[in-house]
């Protein structure tokens, strides 16, 4: 079976497009495609996920399961475990595995509150 050749057809919308306009158009139907995705992964998280964000970031599996609880206990895992650590490190002026290991010790999470507590107040 031959495919009938309907290419010319097809791109009539297209036909009068620079190049420069052609790459607008393709990286901004690319950019709808991937969005949906993107919401996805910014609204949907689970402590797994949230563990291994934490462990590709150089912590042990002993360190992450108190950050995690923690960023639960908080309401912050839309924010992501990472995220918070990362942000404590730049608020302490830290490094992020000091500011990781300091949470997973139980310290610094009321500077976590401060950190995160006009995002959540524009969220009520």
């Known amino acids: 079976m ?5 290419f010319e057809t097809r791109r009539k919308h297209l036909a009068g497009l620079t190049d420069e306009q052609l790459k607008e158009r393709f990286w901004f139907l ?13 609204r949907n998280t689970t402590p797994a996920i949230e563990r291994s964000v ?5 912590f042990s599996s002993l360190e992450v ?3 995690v609880e923690g960023v639960m206990n908080k309401g912050l895992m839309k924010f992501g ?10 608020k302490l002026g830290i490094s992020v595995r000091e500011a990781g290991i300091a949470l997973s010790e139980g310290k610094h999470w009321d500077e976590v ?9 524009h969220d009520n």
């Open 65 to 67: 399961k108190p950050i």
């Open 54 to 58: 934490l462990l590709r970031m150089g």
């Open 113 to 121: 509150d401060e950190l995160f507590i006009k995002v959540l107040s």
């Open 30 to 42: 690319a950019s709808k495609i991937v969005e949906p995705m993107l919401e996805l992964g910014y």
């Open 2 to 6: 031959k495919r009938a050749d309907d």
């Open 81 to 90: 475990a990472g995220n918070v650590v990362w942000r404590l490190s730049k």
